[in-house]
């Protein structure tokens, strides 16, 4: 146990899902989990694994390859045909030194392995590494639906490589949650036409740009929402905005202070909060960047 402060520091407010048919394993895990500063969830097998993530959606998963029943491939491809638990990094802990079967670990969408019987620290660097490198994935996604769009990628195939999750849930709106087969042969003509569209149950559309490559062989796009009459043109959708709120967002758009909004509207400090309160809710933003951005399309 010594041997584990070697690993990095440690890690606080993540917690770690561990899977494994075997108790002592499962213990060992947890109590070495638990003093690098993990919040530590344990399963014996795939359904309790599926019921602890029906609770916590866990920052990784340790997972045993060779299970009764379900096995950790049948349930990480599961994990990975699941929107909301497809980017929690899944590492393999196998006895198993086959190619084949490492190879099958991979192809089901793990992120890394361990072999049996395990080192803590090899163990410990592995996940902490994973959990950093997913949470940073994670936040530049959700990043870029700060200013209302969405991203999709996809790479040389067609298939979709990773998309944020305003684009999971207008994609969801216009396909229905199994149709993702559906919605990535739509972004796949893309390629053809540098702008397509779709309708959503709203009457409102789905449209999506061909914005250029990503990286080798993959291309990206930039998914928004326009009202269904104005065709397949980018623009913001109308949003119930009042007059005095959108006397404010003016302002804000001109890069004037709140103190300076409130001077030139006559209103107090505290009148002018609680508008950008409202205009940030309304717009779906969080921040005055994103508000301004947005404001570009609605002041036209």
Known sequence: MADITHTSAPVQHHAILVVDDALDTLRMLCDALTAEGYAVLAARDAQEALERLEIVIPDGILLDAVMPGMDGFELCRKLKATPHWAHIPVVFMTGLSDTDQILNGFASG?????????????????????????????????????????????????????????????????????????????LQTTHKNAEISTKLPDNGLLVARHIGQSGISESMLVLHVAPAQTGTTVRQPDVPLTPRETEV?????????????????????????????????????????AATAIAGHLLK
């Open 110 to 186: 793990g992120v890394d392995y361990v072999v049996k019987p395990l080192r803590l620290p090899e163990v410990l660097v592995r996940l902490a590494t994973h959990v950093r490198n997913a949470q940073a994935t994670r936040l530049a996604r959700e990043a870029v639906d700060v200013a209302g769009l969405g991203t999709v990628v996809l790479d040389s195939r067609g298939r979709v490589a990773w998309h944020s999750p305003q684009a999971i849930r207008w994609l969801e709106a216009a396909f229905g949650a199994q149709g993702s087969q559906e919605a990535q042969a739509w």
């Open 249 to 289: 967002l003016s302002w804000l758009a001109k890069g004037k202070t709140n103190r300076d909004i409130a001077e030139i509207l006559g209103m107090s400090h505290r009148t002018v909060n609680k508008h950008l309160e409202h205009i940030f809710e309304k717009l779906g933003v969080e921040t005055r960047s």
